[in-house]
């Protein structure tokens, strides 16, 4: 199983990114997809997490900013980051909770002020 993120990059304070995530090979019953966030000299932070039913829970450093989704039929996850603040920097990791706890290679987010 692979974890391709993408959407990464650099951008002004109050702008927009998008990251996605696409799981390749087999994956037997996700039971949720999620985004995690690090920054150096720090632990691996949850951002969001969509679970199979649909259900969604945020960080609440992110709620009313980022919005995660997902396709089922692709195993891909989204994350929409609306008014990012430089302190939303950090490399970004997708996850995906099955029977194995599968994870990105992380994808960097920078935000200038």
């Known amino acids: 199983v692979q974890l391709q993120a993408s959407g990464g990059g650099l951008v002004q304070a109050g702008g927009t990114l998008r990251l996605s995530c696409a799981a390749s090979?087999?994956?037997?019953?996700?039971?949720?997809m999620a985004w995690y966030r690090q920054t150096p000299g720090k632990q691996r932070e949850l951002v969001a997490r969509?679970?199979?039913?649909?259900?969604?829970n945020y960080a609440d450093f992110v709620k009313d900013r980022f919005t995660i989704s997902r396709d089922n039929a692709k195993n891909t996850v989204y994350l929409k980051m609306n008014s990012l603040k430089p302190e939303d920097t950090a490399v970004y990791y997708c996850?995906?909770?099955?029977?194995?706890?599968?994870w990105g290679k992380g994808t960097q987010v920078t935000v200038s002020s």
């Open positions: 996850n995906v909770l099955s029977d194995i706890n599968y």
């Open positions: 090979g087999t994956i037997f019953s996700i039971t949720a």
């Open positions: 969509i679970f199979s039913s649909g259900r969604t």
